[in-house]
């Protein structure tokens, strides 16, 4: 199971990243300021960092160039407030392998920490998803039916994910809510519904099963 560091001092930013990646099967540890991120970030314990920039005491960037130059290689996704391209250059160019602004959706931010755990040769997964005929890259984010490629949005990318890492298996609507959107909805939401249908509508109805009173099965 990945560990995965949450530098944030926004409690409620902080609150709703952590309770996702939980729901996604990660272990998550909360810091809210630089100096506690760096010191936790360099003793190699976390398999990922998420990293806002406008921290108290020590800022993000400042913190990304000090593990960089202690040779530390942990994934860092800086999350921040900044949308200009000088700081979003700066965010890559200080080390940092992926790039948020908020607000964002969850749903985006777990394709992207799944993607670059993906990249790391200890994290032990694969860069395709197969199941029949139906394969998911996750690195460029599409699907691929037999010959056919499928763009996907952000969260038909994240659920059709969920599905292929638990074939046969049925997943029920809060499942689903609390693994691809990362908080709770109202129970009377049709979210899922709506997003399962739309999923169908590019892979296949066929493959998605619907299990009356449970929730929905990849066949």
Known sequence: MSRILIAEDDVHI????????????YTTDHVADG??????????????????????????????????????TTPVVVLTARDSVDDTVAGLEGGANDYMTKPFQFAELLARVRLRLADEPTAGAAD?????DLQLDLRTRRARVGDRSVDLTAREFALLDLFLRHPDQVLSREQILGRVWGYDFDPASNVVDVYVRALRGKIGAERLATVRGMGYRLT
């Open 14 to 25: 902080a609150s709703f990243v952590g309770k996702g990646l939980r729901a996604a099967g």
């Open 128 to 132: 395709r998803l197969t199941r029949g």
């Open 35 to 72: 100096e506690q991120a760096f010191t936790l970030a360099r003793t190699g314990g976390y398999d990922m960092v998420v990293l806002d920039i406008g921290l108290p005491k020590v800022d993000g960037f400042t913190v990304l160039r000090r593990l960089r130059g202690e040779g530390v």
